[in-house]
Every structure is written in C-alpha cells, then in structure tokens.
C-alpha cells in the first residue's frame, strides 16, 4: 500500500478562479494562501473539484486533474509532442488531446511533461498542434 496524500483543489464557476486548495486535513484560499480550517466550500454547486493525481512535472508542480500538460523531448523542450488535460476517466487519469483521444507520445525516447495552465483558465492551450 502506498502512502500518498490525497488533495484536491476547486475551480469557482462563478468568480473564474480557483477559489480553493484542499486536503483531508486543511483548506487553503488560493488567492492568498491562507489556511481556512474547518470550512467547507459554501455553496458547493458552484465549484468543480479536481483531485491531485499523485504525480509532478518536470519542474516539481503537482499535477491535477484539469491541468493542461505540454509533453516535449527530454532535453528538447522546443520540441512539443502533444498538448493533453488530465482527466479522470474508468479507474485513473489520463492525457487527453483537443479530439478527446487518450495518450502521451510512445516514440521510444525519454520525454517531460510540465503543467502550462488548466482547462478552466486556459482552454486555447488545446488548440496547440504538436510539432512532428
């Protein structure tokens, strides 16, 4: 059994911000960091919640579901492979491009992913063609 923590984070439908970060223990208010203790999301019909998938990027930046990911070559970042947002789907998390088709590039060689935005703030990430 592994030990991972389980965090999510809350986009606000009506303010179009992440409004908050959260894990079992602690809320935080991502607009200025501070703890909020106790606080359940008022109004929950108005936030989109997305969980940590347990993973980071190739800058230490925890990946979430929603986040829009860049996936180039180890040691090439010019180089972009594909454009993806995380989404949970059956039983995990899994890339997926503008045409909703799931997978990061198999070309053989190491590749890196980073985080550029989330789908909420930054949907015209998407519209990136990668670079054959």
């Known amino acids: 059994m592994t030990n991972r923590e389980i965090k999510f984070r809350?986009?606000?439908k009506k303010r179009k911000v992440l409004?908050?970060?959260?894990?079992m223990k602690e809320i935080y208010d991502l607009n200025n960091g501070s703890i909020i203790k106790n606080k359940p999301l008022d109004d929950y019909q108005n936030y989109v919640v997305m969980q940590y998938t347990g993973l980071k990027d190739k800058n230490g930046k925890e990946i979430y579901e929603g986040d829009v990911v860049r996936e180039t070559e180890e040691g090439f970042p010019e180089d972009i492979l594909g454009t993806y947002v995380i989404e949970y789907e059956g039983n995990?998390?899994?890339p997926k491009d503008r045409d909703n088709e799931?997978?990061?590039s198999?070309?053989?060689?190491g590749t890196e992913f980073e985080v550029?935005?989330?789908?909420?703030?930054?949907?015209?990430?998407?519209d990136h063609?990668?670079?054959?």
């Open 19 to 23: 409004a908050a970060s959260f894990s």
């Open 129 to 132: 063609d990668p670079q054959v």
């Open 10 to 12: 809350a986009w606000n």
């Open 102 to 104: 799931s997978g990061f």
């Open 92 to 94: 995990g998390f899994w």
């Open 116 to 126: 550029i935005g989330n789908i909420y703030e930054h949907s015209h990430l998407l």
């Open 106 to 109: 198999t070309n053989g060689y």
